[in-house]
């Protein structure tokens, strides 16, 4: 079956960086879009950005625009977050989720991992 | 962009139907069939329940239904259960390759 799992979270202090990774299993990873998305605790889901299936297409919230990068490996089948110069703001669960449809872009969020708890305080 | 608006709870009691409101823009909800609908149980990660406004996953009970008129979409859960009891969140693509999500709306089985 599907599974998703993140990794990397931590405490940072502001300005700090971190990376995020998530180890897809179970699917044909090279053919699906995946996504960040975030949830600071006790409030709403944020989306963050967004990969392509072959990674030519990269796509960002504002919030975090120049600031995170997204990548992949589809020979290791992981999906990455670069976070750099973080702010308090950004203290979330951070998940990953596939795309509904292969090869298709910005449709829904099919499967989810559990997330990775990113806090950023001095 | 603004965060879809939902309301913070709904109730109803076992086997009643239940109905959870979303409101957007023309900019995202109204001028996309991209609605989605997300359960979330506490501590667990959300879960995709109805996507394209009216279509669900395998899997997903058809007691669960979206539908969209508007700027507003909707979703319905229908013969309610205990274990429908969690915060359901909707997303609609909004442009420019991006995604806003609702408040959130905690459904209560009483």
């Known amino acids: 079956q599907v599974q998703l799992v993140e990794s990397g979270g931590g405490v940072v202090q502001p300005g700090e960086s971190l990376r995020l990774s998530c180890a897809a299993s179970?699917?044909?990873?090279?053919?699906?879009?995946v996504h960040w998305l975030r949830q600071s605790p006790g409030k709403g889901l944020e989306w963050v950005a967004f990969?392509?299936?072959?990674?030519?297409?990269?796509d960002y919230a504002d919030s975090v625009k120049g600031r995170f990068t997204i990548s992949r490996d589809n020979s290791k089948n992981t999906l990455y977050l670069q976070m750099n110069n973080l702010k308090a703001e950004d203290s979330a669960v951070y998940y990953c989720?596939?795309?509904?449809?292969?090869?298709?872009?910005?449709?829904?969020?099919?499967?989810w991992g559990q997330g990775t708890l990113v806090t950023v305080s001095s | 962009q603004s965060a879809l608006t939902q309301p913070a709870s709904v109730s109803g009691s076992p086997g009643q139907s239940i109905t959870i409101s979303c409101t957007g823009t023309?900019?995202?909800?109204?001028?996309?069939?991209?609605v989605s609908w997300y359960q979330q149980h506490p501590g667990k990660a959300p879960k995709v329940m109805v996507y394209?406004?009216?279509r669900r996953p395998s899997g997903v009970s058809d007691r669960f239904s979206g539908s969209k008129s508007g700027n507003t979409a909707s979703l319905t859960i229908s013969g309610l259960q205990a274990e429908d009891e969690a915060v359901y969140y909707c997303?609609?693509?909004?442009?420019?390759?991006?995604?806003?999500f609702g408040t959130g709306t905690k459904v209560t089985v009483l």
């Open positions: 989720a596939k795309e509904g449809v292969p090869y298709y872009s910005h449709y829904h969020f099919d499967d």
């Open positions: 023309s900019n995202d909800i109204g001028n996309y069939n991209l």
């Open positions: 394209e406004v009216t």
């Open positions: 990969i392509r299936y072959d990674g030519r297409n990269k």
């Open positions: 997303c609609s693509y909004a442009g420019s390759n991006s995604h806003v």
């Open positions: 179970g699917f044909a990873f090279s053919d699906f879009g």
